[in-house]
């Protein structure tokens, strides 16, 4: 069973009575007031927030008494090994139950985050963490106390040693709007084009964070990830711009040469795609706001999630024109999608909506074949985050609980509780890789939640 669910007990204990709540503990009926009531609290959502955090607290009690559950039948690792020596596993099967058993293995760890000015560490809660492809660098959001955000970046490489400690870098740009939607990017450069390649991303990568500020009036910034580096404190190379824009809900950088230098923007019933050296700009109008958006690599092409359920391509070479001609692949979710992850052969989209539906998309013939449940969503903006190398996808719940799914076959491996009570304010936001602090790196889950980061070992 899902820990999260707010399945109660009471049909299977007694009768569910209108306007009453039955306390199996106590053995009788309590009367619910409606609403939020300070001196009554026997209301229905604080009745499920205390149920909540009891099966929070049991989880985490679980977890730190080192109780691993599996979640097939049989599943260890001298059986599979076993079962692979005597050839009744293949390859591929052994190396994807072999995953498995790793994340039913993981076990939080605490990481200290070290910063060159000791009095902003740890002072601002964690908003948006977000890791270079090369997974070296985290680049933070983090709420201000006044209100508003800030901006800093994490180096990794700490990872890598028997203490887990990283170095949190901070600058003195914060703004008082709110941030949606952040990704990497980079400028044309000499060696650019050879960085395409998601798997081979070379050192020298030129990185910059593009923001997606969803107030009115809104931009979206540009700024160079050397701002926030101490090593040479008076070089500030790169571009630090601002495009002004209305609302925006999604942003996203296009890594083909084709569209080289452009980002695009999902806004209020209309998608800005800019170019960043010219300024060049292309608007795409919509029936509903955009609230996801993702590049291909191959072709220059750009899908967008809307709040209506749709889900459409638009190819950037073509000009603008009227009505709704130009969107290519169309397909429709049951409600608004808040998320989208393009697989890397491009063939299949994975996306994420508030209803708490996944679905892999298979692009050619555009049908749903894969669909992954657990998920629970009614209203945030939550993102995806995939590995196909491990073969996994993970997804943070509004509920605060992070969800682990096999992506070959759909199946719900492992539900992680937050070391924190469930709020609105404290949906962790999270990292998952193969190699944590570059090639060298280690493996694991990273979770940030409130003003702690949190490191769950996968090896």
Request: glycine share 6%; charged share 20%.
């Amino acid at each position: 069973e899902d820990p999260s669910s707010s399945s109660s007990t009471q049909n299977s204990v007694a009768p569910e009575l209108p306007g009453f709540y039955y306390d199996p503990e106590k053995n009788r009926y309590f009367r619910l007031l409606p609403g939020h009531n300070n001196h009554n609290p026997l209301t229905k959502d604080s009745i499920q927030h205390k149920a909540m955090e009891c099966k929070r607290l049991r989880l985490l009690e679980e977890e730190e008494k080192q109780i691993q559950k599996t979640t097939r039948a049989g599943l260890n690792s001298s059986v599979l090994l076993q079962k692979r020596q005597l050839g009744l596993l293949s390859s591929t099967s052994y190396c994807r139950l072999v995953h498995e058993l790793k994340v039913n293995c993981m076990q939080r760890r605490k990481i200290e985050i070290h910063s060159p000015d000791s009095s902003v560490a740890g002072t601002n809660n964690f908003k948006i963490i977000v890791a270079d492809v090369a997974c070296e660098r985290i680049f933070t959001v983090n709420d201000v106390e006044h209100g508003g955000c800030k901006y800093g970046i994490i180096n990794l490489s700490g990872l890598g040693k028997e203490s887990l400690t990283v170095e949190m870098y901070d600058n003195l740009y914060f703004t008082n709007r709110k941030v949606n939607s952040v990704c990497w990017a980079s400028l044309t450069h000499p060696d650019s084009h050879v960085l395409y390649p998601l798997k081979k991303i070379k050192l020298s990568f030129s990185k910059l964070c593009l923001m997606g500020i969803a107030e009115t009036p809104g931009c979206a910034s540009l700024l160079p990830a050397s701002l926030f580096s101490s090593t040479n404190p008076g070089d500030r190379p790169g571009m630090l711009c601002s495009f002004k824009i209305s609302t925006a809900w999604s942003c996203a950088w296009c890594l083909n040469p084709q569209a080289d230098n452009c980002f695009s923007t999902g806004l209020t019933r209309r998608v800005l795609v800019t170019n960043v050296v010219t300024g060049h700009r292309q608007t795409f109008g919509t029936s509903s706001d955009v609230l996801a958006q993702q590049f291909a690599t191959q072709t220059p092409v750009l899908y967008n999630g809307c709040r209506s359920g749709e889900i459409f391509s638009i190819d950037v070479r073509q000009r603008n024109r009227k009505g709704q001609s130009w969107k290519a692949i169309r397909l429709f979710h049951g409600s608004a999608v808040t998320s989208l992850h393009l697989m890397e052969a491009e063939h299949y989209l994975m996306a994420a909506d508030m209803g708490g539906k996944i679905k892999l998309w298979d692009l050619r013939t555009t049908k749903c074949v894969k669909q992954y449940k657990g998920h629970h969503n009614e209203y945030a903006l939550l993102p995806l985050h995939v590995n196909e190398e491990e073969g996994l996808l993970i997804a943070v719940g509004q509920d605060c609980y992070t969800r682990i799914w096999s992506l070959q076959d759909a199946h719900l491996l492992r539900t992680i509780p937050s070391p924190h009570p469930s709020s609105k304010d404290a949906i962790p936001s999270v990292v998952f890789s193969s190699r944590l602090g570059g090639s060298r790196g280690v493996p694991g889950l990273l979770m940030a939640v409130k003003q702690d980061l949190y490191h769950f070992s996968y090896n």
